[in-house]
């Protein structure tokens, strides 16, 4: 069987690009006798799979595996504004999919629900800590917290700051009263660097990451709205506690591994950060290889 896989979304280090790069390491790993080809333009291939909604074909030459991380912009449209004839059309081109891999139950559900599509149609894979995200020792915390300026004892947020995301709360996390520093990571521009009172990071490689995680009190999550939440999974594999909103589907992704606060309360969020202790609990045992073994089912069950 060759499958052709869009690698385009890969080097972006944000949650997608992270799904992309990740599972496409590990379908190559365990491709086995199956065949594995980067490319967007799908020709003499048995199964086509895009690991996002800009990737997805109207009308594909062979059955198509499309990724749907979330239904965001169609359940908070007055905040993302995405209602054009091209909106649509991506859309109408998931609903054409022979299958739809979704991160969650709760987004499957969600999926059903706005694209009043077949349940059936949709399959359940969860995501994983990138392998290079583990436990870093004192020597390595010291290390990065000199190179990026970092105090001695913090609270950290991870994600993407290229765009203000009205669900993820950063300008108000930044803003409400706390007692520890506040250390944002992720890839920025402009208006991040007008929040008040935080340590920026920029986008920083995974042994850094991995090491600014291990070095944190813990991290907060103060999102309104999620498909998966990545970096909640990627602390505990660093062994750092997680305080989050109380979310379903962060409910269902760590079960009783973080601590809850009700949503929108972030007074409540960063004081029970500044209470987390370590050791955290384990993250969920679903490797990437996992999730790509079970990708692999999926293309086999569309290409018959």
Do not use: N
């Not at 052709?4 to 491709?31: H, M, V």
């Not at 999974?233 to 079960?255: F, I, K, N």
């Amino acid at each position: 069987m060759k499958v052709a896989f869009d690698s385009r979304p890969a080097p972006d280090p944000r949650g997608i690009g992270r799904y992309a790069s990740c599972l496409l390491e590990a379908l190559s790993a365990t491709a086995g006798e199956h065949e594995l080809v980067e490319g967007h333009r799908p020709r003499r291939s048995d199964v086509y799979h895009s690991p996002w909604i800009d990737g997805a074909l109207l009308r594909p030459p062979c059955p198509q595996v499309v990724t749907l991380h979330d239904v965001v912009p169609l359940k908070r449209r007055s905040e993302y504004l995405r209602t054009g004839i091209r909106f649509r059309m991506r859309y109408l081109a998931v609903e054409r999919s022979a299958r739809i891999i979704v991160p969650t139950a709760v987004v499957a559900a969600e999926v059903a629900e706005h694209l009043a599509l077949d349940p059936a149609l949709l399959t359940v894979i969860a995501e994983a800590p990138a392998p290079a995200l583990s436990e870093r020792g004192p020597a390595e915390i010291a290390a990065v917290r000199g190179r990026y300026g970092l105090p001695q004892d913090y609270l950290l947020w991870v994600g993407g700051l290229q765009t203000p995301d009205p669900r993820k709360r950063i300008a108000a996390l930044a803003k409400a009263p706390r007692e520890l520093p506040l250390v944002l990571v992720g890839a920025t521009r402009p208006w991040a660097h007008e929040l008040p009172d935080v340590t920026l990071t920029g986008h920083v490689p995974d042994d850094d990451l991995a090491a600014i995680y291990s070095g944190a009190r813990a991290l907060v999550f103060p999102s309104d709205d999620e498909g998966f939440g990545l970096p909640t999974v990627e602390a505990l594999a660093c062994g750092t506690p997680v305080v989050a909103s109380d979310l379903p589907v962060l409910r269902e992704v760590l079960g009783d591994r973080a601590t809850f606060v009700e949503s929108g309360d972030l007074e409540a969020l960063l004081a029970a950060g500044v209470a987390a202790r370590r050791p955290a609990p384990a993250p969920p045992s679903w490797t990437w290889l996992d999730a790509a073994r079970a990708t692999w089912r999926v293309y086999e069950e569309v290409a018959r």
